[in-house]
């Protein structure tokens, strides 16, 4: 079967670094994309990750291991709109995005 | 440019009643999906299309049915809305078939049935 899991809601405190993991189980796999999603909107495309390593972004970074079925992402410097949900998927063998019910992100001056 | 549009923004609806949803998009993309978003779920995929003609089913399509008439509409239709339908609704459309590729997302349609 296929699932994927991450930490349903995290703190932070403005300023440092946050850590959110990804983990996933499927036969099929072709990449993993994370987005944002603030509240009462859509979700907005962050990263995506398909081989094995480190994708930095600005503020943002995406790691991911293929082998362990483990990817996170990395945000620094948190500053106060960085409040949101954050969302992994990965893309099955049909191209499907399957995914994560979602991080919510609360950051505390 | 205007991405993708979803209307209505939101809508309450009696059980049993037949409901429309809108999308639209300008980017020429080739893929378009619908997903539902429930609290404490990831997006679940209802229907999807490919291409303009064609149409699959999702992991929740039960209920639901949409169409591709041309490549920037694709409606989503509930025959005789429940409860359970009671959902935030994305559309979301990728330039990409057969791998992987950036989905946008429309703003979303908040629908309550009861």
């Known amino acids: 079967g296929q699932n994927i899991d991450q930490p349903t809601e995290m703190t932070a405190t403005e300023g440092a670094i946050v850590q959110i993991n990804c983990t996933y189980q499927?036969?099929?796999?072709?990449?993993l994309f994370w987005y944002q999603q603030h509240a009462g909107e859509a979700p907005t495309f962050l990263s995506y990750n398909v081989l094995d390593g480190l994708e930095e972004k600005g503020r943002f970074s995406s790691f991911l291991s293929r082998s362990k079925g483990y990817s996170y992402l990395l945000l620094k410097e948190l500053q106060m709109k960085d409040s949101a949900s954050y969302l992994c998927a990965f893309t099955d063998s049909n191209y499907q995005l399957i995914w994560g019910a979602g991080t919510k992100l609360i950051i505390k001056p | 440019i205007a991405g993708i549009t979803q209307a209505p923004t939101s809508q309450i609806l009696a059980a049993g009643r037949r409901m429309t949803l809108r999308c639209t998009q300008d980017m020429r993309h080739n893929a378009m999906y619908w997903y539902r978003q429930d609290l404490g779920l990831g997006l679940r995929l209802i229907h999807y299309s490919n291409t303009a003609g064609t149409t699959g089913k999702g992991e929740v399509p039960d209920g639901y049915s949409v169409s591709r008439a041309n490549t920037d509409d694709f409606p989503l239709t509930l025959a005789s809305a429940v409860p359970s339908q009671t959902s935030v609704y994305f559309c979301?459309?990728?330039?990409?078939?057969?791998?992987?590729?950036?989905?946008?997302f429309g703003p979303g349609t908040r629908l309550t049935v009861l």
């Open positions: 499927t036969s099929g796999f072709n990449g």
């Open positions: 979301a459309s990728s330039d990409g078939v057969g791998k992987p590729d950036t989905q946008y």
